[in-house]
T-cell receptor, first 113, second 115 residues
Framework: GENVEQHPSTLSVQEGDSAVIKCTYS??????FPWYKQELGKGPQLIID?????GEKKDQRIAVTLNKTAKHFSLHITETQPEDSAVYFC????????????FGQGTRLTINP | GAVVSQHPSRVICKSGTSVKIECRSL??????MFWYRQFPKQSLMLMAT?????????EQGVEKDKFLINHASLTLSTLTVTSAHPEDSSFYIC???????????FGPGTRLTVT
Protein backbone atom coordinates (compact mmCIF):
# COMPACT_ATOMS: atom_id res chain seq x y z
CA GLY A 1 0.00 0.00 0.00
CA GLU A 2 0.87 3.67 -0.08
CA ASN A 3 3.45 5.02 2.33
CA VAL A 4 4.02 8.74 2.91
CA GLU A 5 7.15 10.03 4.62
CA GLN A 6 7.26 13.61 5.91
CA HIS A 7 10.25 15.70 7.01
CA PRO A 8 11.19 17.42 9.20
CA SER A 9 9.19 16.41 12.25
CA THR A 10 9.77 19.80 13.85
CA LEU A 11 10.67 23.12 12.27
CA SER A 12 11.34 26.43 13.92
CA VAL A 13 11.72 29.62 11.86
CA GLN A 14 11.86 33.32 12.54
CA GLU A 15 8.80 35.36 11.75
CA GLY A 16 9.01 36.63 8.20
CA ASP A 17 11.25 33.81 7.00
CA SER A 18 10.15 30.94 4.77
CA ALA A 19 9.33 27.38 5.83
CA VAL A 20 9.56 24.27 3.67
CA ILE A 21 8.13 20.84 4.50
CA LYS A 22 8.81 17.84 2.29
CA CYS A 23 6.97 14.58 1.67
CA THR A 24 7.68 11.51 -0.39
CA TYR A 25 5.20 8.86 -1.46
CA SER A 26 5.63 5.32 -2.66
CA UNK A 27 2.64 4.52 -4.88
CA UNK A 28 2.99 5.93 -8.39
CA UNK A 29 -0.80 5.60 -8.80
CA UNK A 30 -1.39 8.36 -6.23
CA UNK A 31 -2.54 11.51 -7.96
CA UNK A 32 -3.97 13.82 -5.29
CA PHE A 33 -1.79 15.49 -2.66
CA PRO A 34 -3.43 17.73 -0.03
CA TRP A 35 -1.79 19.59 2.82
CA TYR A 36 -3.55 20.13 6.14
CA LYS A 37 -2.98 22.45 9.06
CA GLN A 38 -4.03 21.20 12.47
CA GLU A 39 -4.21 23.40 15.52
CA LEU A 40 -4.25 21.95 18.99
CA GLY A 41 -7.48 20.14 19.79
CA LYS A 42 -9.00 20.75 16.36
CA GLY A 43 -9.60 18.79 13.20
CA PRO A 44 -7.32 19.17 10.17
CA GLN A 45 -7.99 22.07 7.83
CA LEU A 46 -7.14 21.85 4.14
CA ILE A 47 -4.77 24.66 3.20
CA ILE A 48 -3.78 23.69 -0.33
CA ASP A 49 -3.84 20.66 -2.60
CA UNK A 50 -2.37 19.62 -5.90
CA UNK A 51 -3.23 17.02 -8.49
CA UNK A 52 -0.70 15.09 -10.50
CA UNK A 53 -1.40 16.91 -13.74
CA UNK A 54 0.07 20.09 -12.21
CA GLY A 55 3.65 20.75 -11.06
CA GLU A 56 3.06 23.76 -8.85
CA LYS A 57 0.19 25.59 -7.23
CA LYS A 58 0.20 28.82 -5.27
CA ASP A 59 -2.29 30.53 -2.99
CA GLN A 60 -1.02 33.80 -1.52
CA ARG A 61 1.82 32.89 0.89
CA ILE A 62 1.43 29.14 0.42
CA ALA A 63 2.67 27.04 -2.47
CA VAL A 64 2.97 23.35 -3.19
CA THR A 65 5.31 21.73 -5.70
CA LEU A 66 5.07 18.20 -7.06
CA ASN A 67 7.74 16.08 -8.72
CA LYS A 68 6.00 12.97 -10.03
CA THR A 69 9.19 11.38 -11.27
CA ALA A 70 10.85 11.57 -7.90
CA LYS A 71 7.55 11.00 -6.08
CA HIS A 72 7.89 13.91 -3.76
CA PHE A 73 5.97 17.08 -3.01
CA SER A 74 6.69 20.06 -0.83
CA LEU A 75 4.86 22.81 1.02
CA HIS A 76 6.34 26.29 0.97
CA ILE A 77 5.16 29.03 3.31
CA THR A 78 6.61 32.49 2.75
CA GLU A 79 6.57 35.54 5.03
CA THR A 80 5.67 33.37 8.00
CA GLN A 81 3.51 34.78 10.77
CA PRO A 82 2.95 33.61 14.37
CA GLU A 83 -0.50 32.29 13.40
CA ASP A 84 1.21 29.85 11.02
CA SER A 85 2.40 27.92 14.08
CA ALA A 86 0.63 24.54 13.99
CA VAL A 87 1.12 20.93 12.94
CA TYR A 88 1.12 20.39 9.20
CA PHE A 89 0.29 17.07 7.52
CA CYS A 90 0.78 16.00 3.95
CA UNK A 91 -1.32 13.23 2.46
CA UNK A 92 -1.69 11.25 -0.74
CA UNK A 93 -4.54 9.43 -2.39
CA UNK A 94 -5.46 7.89 -5.70
CA UNK A 95 -7.87 10.70 -6.42
CA UNK A 96 -11.57 10.98 -6.94
CA UNK A 97 -14.32 9.14 -5.16
CA UNK A 98 -13.94 7.05 -2.04
CA UNK A 99 -10.16 7.00 -2.21
CA UNK A 100 -8.59 6.98 1.21
CA UNK A 101 -5.94 9.45 2.26
CA UNK A 102 -2.63 8.25 3.61
CA PHE A 103 -1.06 10.84 5.91
CA GLY A 104 2.53 11.73 6.61
CA GLN A 105 3.78 11.83 10.17
CA GLY A 106 3.30 15.56 10.59
CA THR A 107 5.56 18.58 11.09
CA ARG A 108 5.27 20.83 14.11
CA LEU A 109 6.01 24.33 12.82
CA THR A 110 6.89 27.05 15.30
CA ILE A 111 7.19 30.67 14.21
CA ASN A 112 9.36 32.68 16.56
CA PRO A 113 8.45 36.38 16.84
CA GLY B 1 -17.30 26.03 2.25
CA ALA B 2 -18.53 22.59 3.23
CA VAL B 3 -19.01 22.08 6.95
CA VAL B 4 -18.77 18.88 8.94
CA SER B 5 -19.78 18.74 12.59
CA GLN B 6 -19.11 16.17 15.28
CA HIS B 7 -20.94 15.55 18.50
CA PRO B 8 -19.94 15.43 21.26
CA SER B 9 -16.72 17.44 21.14
CA ARG B 10 -15.46 15.63 24.19
CA VAL B 11 -16.73 12.74 26.27
CA ILE B 12 -15.60 10.91 29.37
CA CYS B 13 -16.91 7.42 30.00
CA LYS B 14 -16.22 4.54 32.32
CA SER B 15 -14.44 1.41 31.25
CA GLY B 16 -16.86 -1.19 29.86
CA THR B 17 -19.47 1.27 28.65
CA SER B 18 -20.27 2.26 25.06
CA VAL B 19 -20.00 5.68 23.48
CA LYS B 20 -21.56 6.98 20.28
CA ILE B 21 -20.00 9.77 18.22
CA GLU B 22 -21.96 11.52 15.48
CA CYS B 23 -20.57 13.02 12.29
CA ARG B 24 -22.80 15.26 10.20
CA SER B 25 -22.31 17.01 6.89
CA LEU B 26 -24.25 20.25 7.35
CA UNK B 27 -24.52 21.70 3.86
CA UNK B 28 -23.82 18.87 1.45
CA UNK B 29 -24.60 15.22 0.93
CA UNK B 30 -21.76 12.91 1.81
CA UNK B 31 -21.74 9.65 -0.11
CA UNK B 32 -18.64 8.56 1.76
CA MET B 33 -17.44 9.29 5.27
CA PHE B 34 -14.17 8.31 6.87
CA TRP B 35 -13.29 7.76 10.52
CA TYR B 36 -9.81 8.44 11.84
CA ARG B 37 -8.13 8.05 15.19
CA GLN B 38 -5.30 10.25 16.35
CA PHE B 39 -3.17 9.61 19.42
CA PRO B 40 -1.24 12.49 21.03
CA LYS B 41 1.54 13.87 18.84
CA GLN B 42 0.83 11.30 16.14
CA SER B 43 -0.66 11.36 12.69
CA LEU B 44 -4.19 10.50 11.65
CA MET B 45 -4.80 6.80 11.18
CA LEU B 46 -7.75 5.72 9.07
CA MET B 47 -10.04 3.34 10.91
CA ALA B 48 -12.79 2.75 8.38
CA THR B 49 -14.58 4.01 5.29
CA UNK B 50 -18.34 4.14 5.29
CA UNK B 51 -20.65 4.53 2.32
CA UNK B 52 -24.26 5.51 2.77
CA UNK B 53 -26.49 2.46 2.96
CA UNK B 54 -23.76 -0.15 2.99
CA UNK B 55 -21.42 -1.77 5.47
CA UNK B 56 -18.27 0.02 6.44
CA UNK B 57 -14.87 -1.13 5.24
CA UNK B 58 -12.41 -1.41 8.11
CA GLU B 59 -8.66 -1.00 7.93
CA GLN B 60 -6.45 -3.88 8.90
CA GLY B 61 -6.14 -4.20 12.65
CA VAL B 62 -9.34 -2.30 13.46
CA GLU B 63 -11.91 -4.46 15.24
CA LYS B 64 -15.24 -4.04 13.48
CA ASP B 65 -17.18 -5.48 16.42
CA LYS B 66 -15.65 -2.93 18.74
CA PHE B 67 -15.95 0.11 16.52
CA LEU B 68 -19.43 0.01 15.02
CA ILE B 69 -20.03 2.38 12.14
CA ASN B 70 -23.43 3.26 10.72
CA HIS B 71 -23.95 5.54 7.73
CA ALA B 72 -27.72 5.58 7.59
CA SER B 73 -28.18 8.79 5.61
CA LEU B 74 -26.26 11.05 3.28
CA THR B 75 -25.63 13.52 6.09
CA LEU B 76 -24.99 11.34 9.13
CA SER B 77 -22.50 8.68 10.12
CA THR B 78 -22.03 7.36 13.64
CA LEU B 79 -19.14 5.60 15.35
CA THR B 80 -19.93 3.57 18.45
CA VAL B 81 -17.06 2.47 20.62
CA THR B 82 -18.34 -0.61 22.43
CA SER B 83 -17.03 -1.86 25.75
CA ALA B 84 -14.56 1.01 25.88
CA HIS B 85 -11.23 0.58 27.64
CA PRO B 86 -8.62 3.18 28.65
CA GLU B 87 -6.52 2.31 25.59
CA ASP B 88 -9.41 3.51 23.41
CA SER B 89 -8.88 7.01 24.76
CA SER B 90 -8.00 9.09 21.72
CA PHE B 91 -9.05 11.91 19.40
CA TYR B 92 -11.59 10.63 16.87
CA ILE B 93 -12.04 12.62 13.68
CA CYS B 94 -14.46 12.09 10.81
CA UNK B 95 -14.31 13.41 7.29
CA UNK B 96 -16.88 13.54 4.53
CA UNK B 97 -16.64 13.33 0.77
CA UNK B 98 -19.18 14.90 -1.53
CA UNK B 99 -20.04 12.71 -4.51
CA UNK B 100 -17.07 11.89 -6.67
CA UNK B 101 -14.94 14.78 -5.49
CA UNK B 102 -11.34 14.86 -4.32
CA UNK B 103 -11.52 16.92 -1.16
CA UNK B 104 -12.37 15.41 2.21
CA UNK B 105 -13.95 17.85 4.65
CA PHE B 106 -12.91 17.16 8.22
CA GLY B 107 -14.91 17.53 11.40
CA PRO B 108 -13.55 19.22 14.54
CA GLY B 109 -12.87 15.92 16.30
CA THR B 110 -14.13 14.20 19.46
CA ARG B 111 -11.88 13.72 22.46
CA LEU B 112 -12.72 10.40 24.13
CA THR B 113 -11.39 9.66 27.59
CA VAL B 114 -12.10 6.26 29.13
CA THR B 115 -11.56 6.06 32.89
Amino acid sequence: GENVEQHPSTLSVQEGDSAVIKCTYSDSASNYFPWYKQELGKGPQLIIDIRSNVGEKKDQRIAVTLNKTAKHFSLHITETQPEDSAVYFCAASKGQGAQKLVFGQGTRLTINP
Amino acid sequence: GAVVSQHPSRVICKSGTSVKIECRSLDFQATTMFWYRQFPKQSLMLMATSNEGSKATYEQGVEKDKFLINHASLTLSTLTVTSAHPEDSSFYICSALEGGGYEQYFGPGTRLTVT
